[in-house]
């Protein structure tokens, strides 16, 4: 039996309430899902209220088949929720509320041996916004295993980072994940001479990921460069496809697969959740399997 690794999504678990209804989402939950669709054992490590969309997290985590035993609940707070709209490409636009139950992170019992077990760790800018939840995440990666890969998948939203969040986070991950229209204001706001995202790489990065929405994505490492077209697909909706993408990605990371068939892989990923509606469709692995094999490659341009 090929090994199955522990991959968690720490952070932000929400509902995006849609115009054709709400979805269970969030980042590190979409990543956390897509993993466990991929075979490995997807975690979320976050938190939810005591309340209606907190008891319909839990159900729909359980349909999900994603493993919420580290789902902290909060008397005080209500489940996270993001009111959504979609422009005319399907590029969600976000209003997310605040002083929700994720903004308040605790470092509990049994978080601490989660860290020390998991293989894989993905977070983001969004759920630091809170010192709470800022601590705890930092707690979180300072105890995971010297081996286990962090993934900082930045994901900035509205004004929710800062200068010191993103030196902190880069100076501590594995790898990071960023989009074509992330990487110039990361530049500026650290102050990072050049338009290549290789510069990244001074921060001990082993692998620099710059994804570019329907043209494709870089990978980045000390000696290798790779670069993908992108899949034709039509697209319901992006939410949640770059999480897909990231996902995928550390899926075949874990497994030492080459440059070529982790960026294949993750493009076909990413561009498949593109099809779906939100960032968590059901789907058997079968399904899965099928889908992605069909989907056709973008033809680069001509140099």
Not at 12 to 36: C, K, M, R, V
Not at 90 to 100: A, S, T
Not at 150 to 163: G, P, T
Not at 289 to 301: G, M
Request: charged letters at 20%.
């Amino acid at each position: 039996m090929a090994r199955q690794f522990t991959v968690v999504g720490l952070g932000e678990i929400l509902w995006d309430l849609l115009p054709t209804g709400h979805q269970l989402g969030g980042a590190p939950t979409n990543f956390a899902y897509i993993s466990t669709l991929l075979g490995d054992h997807g975690l979320v490590a976050s938190r939810v209220g005591q309340d209606d969309l907190g008891n319909e997290t839990t159900r729909r985590l359980d349909t999900l088949g994603l493993d919420r035993t580290y789902l902290q609940l909060d008397s005080t707070h209500p489940t996270g929720t993001v009111s959504v709209d979609l422009d005319k490409a399907g590029q969600p636009i976000f209003v997310i509320h605040e002083n929700v139950a994720w903004d308040f992170l605790n470092w509990s019992t049994g978080w601490p041996d989660l860290a020390a077990a998991a293989d894989a760790v993905c977070f983001g800018t969004l759920a630091q916004r809170s010192p709470s939840s800022r601590e705890t995440i930092h707690n979180f990666l300072q105890h995971s295993r010297p081996d286990a890969i962090r993934v900082f998948d930045v994901n900035l939203r509205q004004a929710f980072y800062s200068e010191e969040i993103l030196h902190e986070s880069i100076s501590i991950a594995t790898i990071v994940k960023m989009n074509h229209d992330e990487f110039p204001i990361i530049r500026r706001l650290l102050g990072i001479n050049g338009d290549d995202a290789s510069t990244l790489l001074k921060f001990g990065l082993k692998l620099v990921c710059l994804t570019r929405g329907n043209q494709g994505s870089l990978l980045i490492t000390e000696n290798e460069r790779e670069e993908h077209p992108g899949f034709l697909v039509k697209v319901v909706d992006t939410i949640g496809a770059g999480d897909a993408f990231t996902a995928a990605l550390v899926h075949h990371y874990l497994r030492g697969a080459s440059l070529s068939t982790m960026s294949d892989a993750a493009n076909r990923m990413g561009s498949w959740l593109a099809t779906q509606s939100g960032g968590t469709p059901v789907a058997s692995r079968e399904q899965l399997r099928q889908n992605l094999a069909s989907l056709t490659p973008t033809k680069p341009e001509p140099i």
